[in-house]
C-alpha cells in the first residue's frame, strides 16, 4: 500500500517523456523562445532527482541558445601543453569510456579535439564524420580507421556544448578530406 505514494502515474510519465523529448529537440536547434515554452512545462510535483536532472538540463540549454547566438566561437587561453599553437575553443572535465572510464580533460581546438587523460589521445577534424549527443556522453564516429569515441562528460549542458561545438569545428571551409 505505502508503495503507491512513490509510483508514477502513467499520465505523469508521459508528460515527462514528452519534456525529455522536447529537451531535446531543442539541443539539436537551440531557440530561446523554444527554452522558455519547455521552462513552462516543468512541473514541481515530479520526484527532487528527477527535478533536479530537469533544472541542469535547463541551465545546459540556456548556455547552449546563448553560445549558438553569439557569432565566431569562443577562444580560450590555455597553455596546457597538447594544445600546443591551436586555438582552444573549448575544455571541459570528461571521462573516455574506451580507456576503461579514465578521467580526464577534453579540449576541442581548431584543428582537432583532443582527450588528456593518462596519456593523450587526438583525433583531427577531418577525420570526423558525424557527433551526437546521448544524455551526458557524446559519441564521436571517426574514420581512417574507423572508431568510436565515447566521451562521458559530467553535465547536460557541457555534452550539448561539446556537441555544437564540434559539429561546428568539423563543418568550417577546408575541414573536408
Same mark, same amino acid.
Given at each position: 500500500?505505502?508503495?503507491?505514494?512513490? !509510483?508514477?502515474?502513467?499520465?505523469?510519465?508521459? /508528460?515527462?517523456?514528452?519534456?525529455?523529448?522536447?529537451?531535446?529537440?531543442?539541443?539539436? /536547434?537551440?531557440?530561446?523562445?523554444? $527554452? /522558455?515554452?519547455? =521552462?513552462?512545462?516543468?512541473?514541481?510535483? $515530479?520526484?527532487?532527482?528527477?527535478?533536479?536532472?530537469?533544472?541542469?538540463?535547463?541551465? #545546459?540549454?540556456?548556455?547552449?541558445? @546563448?553560445?549558438?547566438?553569439?557569432?565566431? $566561437?569562443? =577562444?580560450?587561453? @590555455?597553455?596546457? !601543453?597538447? &594544445?600546443?599553437?591551436?586555438?582552444?575553443?573549448?575544455? @571541459?572535465?570528461?571521462? *573516455? %569510456?574506451?580507456?576503461? %572510464?579514465?578521467? #580526464?580533460?577534453? +579540449? $576541442? /581546438?581548431? =584543428?582537432?579535439?583532443? +582527450?588528456?587523460?593518462?596519456?593523450?589521445?587526438?583525433?583531427?577534424?577531418?577525420?570526423?564524420?558525424?557527433?551526437?549527443?546521448?544524455? =551526458?556522453?557524446?559519441?564521436?564516429?571517426? &574514420?581512417?580507421?574507423?572508431? *568510436?569515441?565515447? *566521451?562521458?562528460?559530467?553535465? +547536460? #549542458?557541457?555534452?550539448? &556544448?561539446?556537441?555544437?561545438?564540434? !559539429?561546428?569545428?568539423? @563543418?568550417?571551409?577546408?575541414?573536408?578530406?
Amino acid at each position: 500500500m505505502i508503495w503507491r505514494v512513490f !509510483r508514477r502515474s502513467p499520465a505523469s510519465a508521459a /508528460t515527462n517523456a514528452s519534456w525529455w523529448e522536447a529537451a531535446d529537440r531543442l539541443a539539436e /536547434t537551440p531557440d530561446a523562445a523554444a $527554452l /522558455t515554452g519547455l =521552462r513552462a512545462m516543468t512541473r514541481a510535483d $515530479l520526484p527532487p532527482d528527477e527535478v533536479e536532472q530537469q533544472e541542469e538540463m535547463l541551465d #545546459g540549454l540556456e548556455a547552449l541558445v @546563448t553560445l549558438a547566438s553569439s557569432n565566431g $566561437l569562443p =577562444r580560450l587561453d @590555455t597553455q596546457h !601543453r597538447v &594544445i600546443g599553437a591551436d586555438a582552444c575553443h573549448l575544455m @571541459t572535465p570528461a571521462t *573516455l %569510456a574506451a580507456e576503461h %572510464a579514465v578521467p #580526464g580533460k577534453l +579540449f $576541442l /581546438t581548431d =584543428r582537432r579535439l583532443v +582527450f588528456a587523460g593518462g596519456h593523450a589521445r587526438t583525433w583531427a577534424w577531418h577525420r570526423v564524420r558525424d557527433v551526437a549527443r546521448k544524455g =551526458r556522453a557524446v559519441h564521436v564516429v571517426v &574514420i581512417g580507421p574507423a572508431e *568510436l569515441v565515447v *566521451l562521458q562528460c559530467n553535465s +547536460f #549542458g557541457d555534452a550539448m &556544448i561539446v556537441r555544437h561545438l564540434a !559539429r561546428r569545428l568539423t @563543418t568550417r571551409p577546408g575541414q573536408g578530406d
